[in-house]
């Protein structure tokens, strides 16, 4: 055993996959790491030699695997490949927290099992199909979560993702049919998990399954709460008068619920606008393989597996008319974007409205009591902030953000394939979480515990001076204005000045100045 230099520990912990055997070897009983008494014919070849223990561990924590470019060594603990460990080594990008998201991964499960349904049907060896059928329901259910290493950042077609999937769900199926893992026997990972399939497809597809999915489970029902709270205020409020505000100025009455109908009313479309974009979602990129042609599919294979899919999913996936666009394009995913960025923008709007509504307790507008939750501050005791409305705006930054990225992503596509593949989806699916979480926690912990101050919203009503504009019928809109200016300046009402300014009488101003009857059209 050779000598080594004072570097070379350093230089082997740093090696691919060198920290697991490395845990292994320092957390093995220290009674093991003895090493045997030395026989009589070579005690200074057992003091060279490893302790048996430890040699052992070290095989043990790795195996030989291998790519087109060759050889390499993989945690014997871990299903996924050579491909996955060479992505590994060549995108140390971000970390952990960057790990392409769990829904695409979950995504990925459902495709490869339809696929594999779809190939016995076609050929495949049923012995096979059922193992990867298996191996892919691990993934689904999320067993297998932490076989899946591989950042956002790498391949803008999600091959390296993609072969990570391939390699974990042969593995696994390998696993369960008594096999050698790493031996690519009886389960392949191209040949079989991934057959009539290309990344070019495979990815697409599970964007568009990690999209829809998404959208159903965490978007919609959580835009649809918030929505279901806003409008129980609305309605709550309706017989409110209030002071209505334009320019962030003083204007006319309204209620406090017609001013809540407004967020209820961008909440509705907000849903539309998203249900309207699922279409070009439900369209699956299957069967398009490489560049859209389904060069090593067979016919009816695109068709069977978006079946497939749909009857996996609960949703009416279909196969994509055209596999051209589906590669080279991700118009879907950018309008479905767009319509999450419409909703950022009314979400910011409606928690800025309140949050100012809130404003106070004493020097603000004071017209809204919001739930307190928690202390505002480290420093003045006593301070409550609107922190829900404050989670809100910088949801909505963040998604405004992902539109800005998946607008450029989109925008991308070369030829016969886009390569911001994996940036986009990760913004897509970042976006429909943030707006579908915050949603429910606003709606939860704020809005049903909205109150309104009513002494507060009348005492402001009763002083703005754009109950003028209820005189413009009666005495034109110059002398109105010229009672609103000189109310102003004097610092009198509007009645005084009205009555001063020989415009009206007392009767006539009590008669024509009635915020209830100002509230529509007559």
């Known amino acids: 055993m050779g000598r080594r230099g004072p570097g070379s520990l350093k230089s082997s912990l740093s090696a691919p996959g060198t920290m697991y055997r490395s845990l292994r070897i320092f957390l093995l009983p220290s009674r093991l790491l003895q090493p045997s008494p030395p026989g009589p014919a070579c005690a200074a070849c057992a003091l060279q030699r490893p302790p048996i223990a430890v040699r052992m561990a070290s095989q043990d924590s790795f195996r030989i695997e291998y790519d087109t470019f060759g050889e390499l060594k993989v945690p014997s603990d871990k299903y996924y490949g050579a491909q996955t460990v060479r992505s590994t080594l060549n995108f140390k990008i971000g970390g952990v927290t960057e790990r392409m998201p769990i829904p695409v991964i979950k995504a990925f499960g459902i495709f490869k099992r339809a696929a594999a349904e779809v190939n016995q049907d076609y050929g495949l060896d049923p012995k096979i199909a059922g193992a990867i059928i298996k191996a892919a329901d691990e993934v689904i259910d999320g067993k297998l979560n932490d076989h899946f290493p591989l950042v956002v950042w790498q391949t803008g077609s999600g091959t390296q993702t993609n072969m990570n999937v391939n390699e974990v769900i042969s593995n696994r199926a390998i696993e369960i049919l008594g096999g050698k893992l790493g031996s690519k026997d009886p389960v392949h990972p191209n040949d079989h998990v991934n057959k009539s399939q290309s990344s070019n497809d495979s990815f697409p597809t599970a964007m568009h399954i990690a999209a829809a999915t998404e959208v159903h489970e965490v978007l919609l029902p959580g835009l649809q709460k918030l929505h279901d709270a806003l409008d129980a205020k609305s309605k709550e409020f309706s017989q409110i008068i209030k002071i209505g505000r334009t320019h962030t100025q003083d204007a006319v009455p309204l209620t406090l619920g017609q001013e809540f109908s407004a967020y209820v009313q961008q909440l509705k479309y907000g849903m539309a606008r998203i249900k ?227 415009y009206l009488t007392a009767e006539q101003f009590d008669e024509w100045v009635k915020p209830k009857d100002m509230l529509g059209p007559k």
Do not use: W
């Open 276 to 502: 309207a974009a699922l279409p070009g979602v439900y369209e699956l990129a299957a069967g398009g393989t490489a560049v859209g042609t389904g060069l090593n599919t067979r016919i009816g294979f695109a068709e069977k597996v978006a079946a497939k899919v749909a009857t996996l999913t609960g949703l009416p996936f279909v196969t994509a008319p055209n596999k051209f666009e589906a590669l080279a394009a991700h118009d879907a995913l950018v309008e479905l974007s767009g319509a999450m960025n419409t909703i950022a923008c009314s979400l910011m709007k409606i928690a800025n409205d309140i949050r100012f509504l809130g404003s106070g307790p004493r020097s603000g507008l004071g017209e809204l009591i919001l739930p307190e939750n928690e202390p505002g501050s480290s420093i003045m005791p006593g301070k409550v902030n609107p922190t829900q409305c404050e989670a809100v705006t910088m949801v909505a930054a963040q998604v405004m953000g992902n539109h800005v990225a998946v607008t450029v992503g989109g925008s991308n596509g070369h030829f016969e394939l886009n390569v911001f593949k994996p940036m986009i989806i990760k913004n897509v699916l970042n976006s429909a979480r943030l707006l579908g979480d915050v949603s429910v926690s606003f709606a939860h912990n704020c809005v049903v515990g909205i109150q309104a101050n009513v002494e507060r919203i009348n005492k402001l009503m009763s002083e703005s001076l754009m109950l003028v504009t209820a005189l413009n019928p009666h005495i034109g809109y110059d002398k109105a204005a010229k009672i609103a200016k000189t109310a102003h300046k004097n610092g009198s009402t509007l009645k005084e000045t009205a009555i001063e300014l020989g």
